[in-house]
């Protein structure tokens, strides 16, 4: 029988080719330690994880499962790419949550930080709730692209300046059923 999980080593998503770049295991390996660190950093203050819509949702639900202390979880949907591999440079709130917030620990959890201006946007809108805290946790950070003062807490892994897909993360709406990372291959 054959893996039920998607995981080819390259992919042809929208015209555009991507190799694979971050493996199931080394994403496992790596939320497993977030994870543990989430429980010792968060002991006793039941945090509220934020997954931001839609880039994050595998990498919450996965997180999620490696975090042992009493948490709630809740969701925000924001839009910024549209259909581009770069940013549009606008961030709009398509959802807000639906949770309150005031004098709660909040994890922000995010596929991946680029220019930064995302993030810096989400945690200005929750700040303004009154939250005990508002914590960063972010699966990828492209340091050299990122341009906004954003404070991330937790990194599951720094990456170069180029577009990656799959684990959430799309290219037009596509590729985010792929179970690992992948890079796109500019010269093929
Ligand atoms: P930022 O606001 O420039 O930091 O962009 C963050 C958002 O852009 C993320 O939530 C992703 O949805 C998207 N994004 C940035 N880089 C990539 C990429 O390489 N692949 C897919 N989506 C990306
Ligand atoms: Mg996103």
Known sequence: MSSKFYQPDTVVCNGETFNIYITKEQIDERINQLGNKLDKDFEGKKPIFIGILNGAFIFLADLMRYVSIPCEVDFMKLSSYGDEKVSSGQVTELKHIDANIEGRHVI?????????????????????????????????????????????????????????????????????????????????
């Open 108 to 188: 922000l959890v995010e596929d991946i930080v680029d220019t930064g201006l995302s993030m810096k946007f989400m945690v200005k809108k929750m700040k303004e709730e009154n939250p005990a805290s508002v914590t960063v946790c972010t699966l990828l950070h492209k340091k050299d692209a990122t341009e906004h003062d954003v404070q991330l807490d937790y990194v599951g892994f720094e990456i170069p300046n180029a577009f990656v897909l799959g684990y959430g993360l799309d290219y037009a709406q596509e590729g985010r059923n792929l179970s690992q990372i992948y890079v796109i291959d500019e010269d093929a």
